[in-house]
């Protein structure tokens, strides 16, 4: 049984940067990952809702911070994407701020999950992002997504692969498969939220 009920998580605001947030309190988990990762479908499958983060087959289109409350204080965070080629250097900076300075500045944040398509895993601002996790003591969950789309004993072996590469980091990441389409992954990630709301208690 869940601790929380994610389904009747609910949209708070969008917000360009740090300073359009809501105060700094409670709790907060933040999603990251490279546009097109199925971070939005993630937050959907999590909370059973079709729309809650839009979800684009067009790269990088969100570009704001989105927040969205599971309960009072309990806030999960939807992260601009990042590592878009097709996008205008000057736009990427500015997205790069501010996830930057949420990450560095936002001190209710107490974890995060990072998502990842499970044929591409690992790319460079992946493994930044994790390494920042670390270095600041915030827990990090791995989602592999989109695991449909490899056969079982190769979604497997990729798992395996990316967890023993993992290890590298010494800290608090664990590695899990993930897919919105078949339902993989969700309890686990279900789990770790709850831990970590859990523990900011
Ligand atoms: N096969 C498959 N496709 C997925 C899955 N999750 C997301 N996608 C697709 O990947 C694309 C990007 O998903 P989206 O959630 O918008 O990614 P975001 O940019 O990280 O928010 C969309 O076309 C989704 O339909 C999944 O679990 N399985
Ligand atoms: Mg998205």
Same mark, same amino acid.
């Given at each position: 049984m869940s601790a929380w009920n994610y389904h009747i998580t609910?949209?708070?605001?969008?917000?360009?940067?740090? #300073?359009? /947030?809501p105060p700094d309190t409670g709790t907060e988990v933040a999603f990251a990952g490279r546009s097109n990762a %199925?971070?939005?479908?993630? /937050?959907n499958t999590l909370t059973n809702q079709k729309s809650l983060a839009r979800t684009s087959k067009t790269p990088g289109r969100t570009q704001l911070i989105n927040l969205f409350e599971v309960t009072e204080g309990k806030? /999960?965070?939807?992260?601009?994407?990042? %590592?878009?080629a097709e996008v205008p250097e000057e736009m990427k900076l500015k997205w790069q701020r501010a996830l930057g300075e949420y990450l560095e500045k936002r001190a209710c944040l107490r974890g995060l999950v990072v998502l990842m398509d499970i044929r591409h895993p690992m790319k460079d601002l992946d493994q930044q992002m994790i390494e920042w996790a670390v270095d600041s003591k915030i827990p990090v969950l791995v989602l592999l997504t989109k695991a449909d789309k490899l056969a079982s004993g190769a979604r497997k072996s990729q798992l395996n692969k990316v967890r023993e590469a993992a290890l590298a980091f010494m800290g608090d990441? $664990?590695?899990e498969m993930f897919s919105s /389409?078949?339902?993989?992954?969700?309890? $686990?990630? #279900?789990?770790?939220l709850d831990s970590w709301f859990e523990a900011a208690e």
């Open positions: 609910r949209f708070v605001t969008s917000a360009p940067d740090i #300073r359009h /947030l %199925g971070k939005s479908s993630a /937050l806030r /999960l965070v939807d992260l601009p994407g990042y %590592g878009y990441v $664990q590695i /389409l078949k339902k993989i992954g969700v309890d $686990q990630l #279900r789990v770790k």
